[in-house]
């Protein structure tokens, strides 16, 4: 930890995509338009926005065309799509999406049943992604999912996440993300993952996803931080998980990290007390509560009153 | 995170304590008894066993006595109890406690909610408890809360804290807690106090109490272990919080840190998967969910099946 912090972490949200694919039921679209817009005045700098995919895989972002088109653009923000194939890249791009985020998960017995394809057919895929975005200004971010393992085959070899890392790269695309899609990270391995990619990579932009499916979440976040890493996947409320993914539970929660960072002293450019009010409208929204833990407790800083008879006694 | 861990870590228990006293409703003796003959044989260091304190106080620890005398002794297990005055500490000198832990607040104001006296009246009390405890071989712990954090007063300057574990030093006690009473503390700070501790106080041996409060719970324990810290106190499923501390919930999840540590590579000497039924077995006696997430989601190397359309596709 005597090796300091970035100085400033960037914030990408992603809760009406990560968030809403498993919830029970359908966000209206008029609710992931209201509630995007609202996000969009936060300072997070990427919103996930939707994945462009099957209705019948994601029943609950079946609307990701209307929303995508429906929402106001911030200019500081980078607006992106989850897109799984070709036929997604080309509705994302038609919506006008900042950035496209392909996936793919290293656990070929995941990405089979994740994706219906081996590994090599969804980088073989990417190929004709990278020619669809070719001349426009659309970036490209490359996922890798169970890069901390994989609930069917385990953990995966860190070699093997980062050839993959390679491939994405040499397939076009500009930036990747290291997603722990079921939570089976721990510190000690994100901080050699981290520290790997770092050195072999060096500045290609990396973003870091966890869920906190084993209360590890905010623990690998840290160990991230003290590896250089400077952008993070969450999502308001620690909602969601993956429909595929036995086991997996919620990201970590935007509140509870960029109240952590904060506290920290490390800078997110974030409205904390805005993103607060929208995790607690959630409920609301969503008919359950939420896992996230400041928008019940408050911020550390928020004090109580001393109790009248103390301060009568005083 | 590059100077390593500690290479092995002491869990103490403190459910039937911490964890009980703000349930909504009293937990039978013999239940207390049953789950602490459990956890004695899991493989923790020491379980704070009851609290003699007033039963108006905390209804929940009005059986301290008979909880106390009916337990088993495991001879590997130190058994403690949390003593707020003489009269408390008499009671647990004579239920035959290992170890008494003394309690105070750094903050003058949770002081005065949770104990009823001024910081220096506390301390004034702690030398006969330590004549009381004289002549035996009961060891005496100084627990300062709201080391991190009052709810009321706000932060504590890390000196005003040092300079309390000098004075329990002085007053003849022979180990210290730090507690996070209301889950205000952040890793950053976290590694200062407890380096700052290091520094001044050597190998005098150290606990860290954290809370879940605010999410960071084990990111603040990540921290410590950083800083070589090796004593925790955990509750089982994540339960627990202080009656007069507004906002307090509940402590880190001993089943989840245990399970942390060992993905670490960290050793603990505890049975996780007897912990883990332990845990489970919770919501049917407390009548309510609970916190922990292993409990729900598994071992991070718990595998699920591949599924059967694959088995065949493959």
């Not at 359908?26 to 609202?38: G, M, N, Y």
Request: include cysteine; aromatic fraction near 6%.
């Amino acid at each position: 930890m005597s090796t300091g912090f970035p100085p400033r972490v960037f914030i990408q949200e992603v809760v009406t995509r990560d968030g809403l694919q498993i919830e029970p039921c359908f966000l209206p679209t008029e609710d992931k338009v209201a509630l995007i817009d609202a996000l969009s005045q936060t300072g997070v700098a990427k919103i996930e926005v939707t994945s462009f995919v099957s209705p019948r895989a994601v029943p609950n972002l079946a609307d990701a065309r209307e929303v995508a088109r429906a929402i106001r653009r911030w200019p500081d923000v980078t607006y992106v799509a989850l897109v799984p194939n070709l036929r997604g890249a080309q509705e994302a791009l038609e919506a006008g999406m900042d950035e496209l985020n392909l996936v793919l998960s290293v656990s070929e017995t995941h990405n089979l049943a994740n994706m219906r394809m081996t590994t090599a057919q969804s980088l073989e895929g990417f190929r004709a992604i990278v020619a669809a975005a070719a001349g426009t200004r659309v970036s490209l971010n490359g996922s890798i999912a169970t890069a901390f393992g994989c609930p069917f085959e385990g953990v995966q070899p860190a070699e093997k996440v980062l050839d993959l890392v390679e491939a994405y790269l040499a397939a076009g695309l500009q930036s990747v993300t290291l997603a722990d899609t079921t939570g089976m990270a721990n510190p000690r391995q994100v901080f050699a993952l981290v520290s790997g990619f770092r050195a072999r990579f060096g500045g290609v932009p990396l973003t870091l996803h966890f869920h906190n499916t084993r209360g590890m979440g905010l623990a690998n976040a840290l160990a991230a931080l003290e590896a250089g890493a400077d952008r993070f996947d969450a999502s308001l409320g620690g909602i969601g998980g993956c429909p595929f993914a036995p086991g997996a539970t919620g990201n970590i929660s935007t509140e509870d990290f960029v109240h952590m960072l904060g506290q920290m002293g490390i800078e997110t450019g974030v409205d904390l007390p805005a993103l607060l009010a929208l995790a607690r409208s959630l409920p609301a929204l969503l008919g359950h509560d939420i896992p996230g833990q400041v928008a019940k407790a408050g911020r550390s800083g928020d004090l109580h009153p001393v109790p009248a008879h103390l301060r009568a006694a005083q």
